[in-house]
């Protein structure tokens, strides 16, 4: 089983920033693509960015230029920087990995979620 755990959200101004992180840990062998997503309040949930293992990154459109998807291999663990934060980045958001587990399972996992409360 793999376990993901997000931290790093909160309440800032618009304008502000924040730095969401997500730790994978359990039975990895290998963790291809994660991603964060975010879903906010009577909305469904949507993609914002993801990375792969190699570092190659994609983005929303509503978040491009604002927004930077990272990750640490050694670490499992994925990053999400957010600049230029505005009160529609609102949202509940969720960390996602496609994990290969040690006896070769294969699945895509979430987090619980980290509230990012962005005020005007």
């Known amino acids: 089983q793999v376990q993901l755990v997000e931290s790093g959200g909160g309440l800032v101004q618009a304008g502000g920033s924040l730095r969401l992180s997500c730790a994978a840990s359990?039975?990895?062998?290998?963790?291809?693509?994660m991603r964060w997503h975010r879903q906010a309040p009577g909305k469904q949930r949507e993609f914002v960015a993801r990375?792969?293992?190699?570092?190659?990154?994609v983005y929303a459109d509503s978040v491009k230029g604002r927004f930077t998807i990272s990750r640490d291999n050694a670490k499992n663990t994925v990053y999400l920087q957010m600049s230029s934060l505005k009160p529609e980045d609102t949202a509940e958001f969720y960390c996602?990995?496609?994990?290969?587990?040690?006896?070769?399972?294969?699945?895509?996992?979430w987090g619980q979620g980290t509230q990012v409360t962005v005020s005007s």
């Open positions: 996602n990995a496609d994990a290969t587990s040690f006896d070769s399972v294969y699945r895509s996992y």
């Open positions: 990375i792969t293992n190699g570092g190659t990154t």
């Open positions: 359990g039975s990895i062998r290998d963790i291809s693509f």
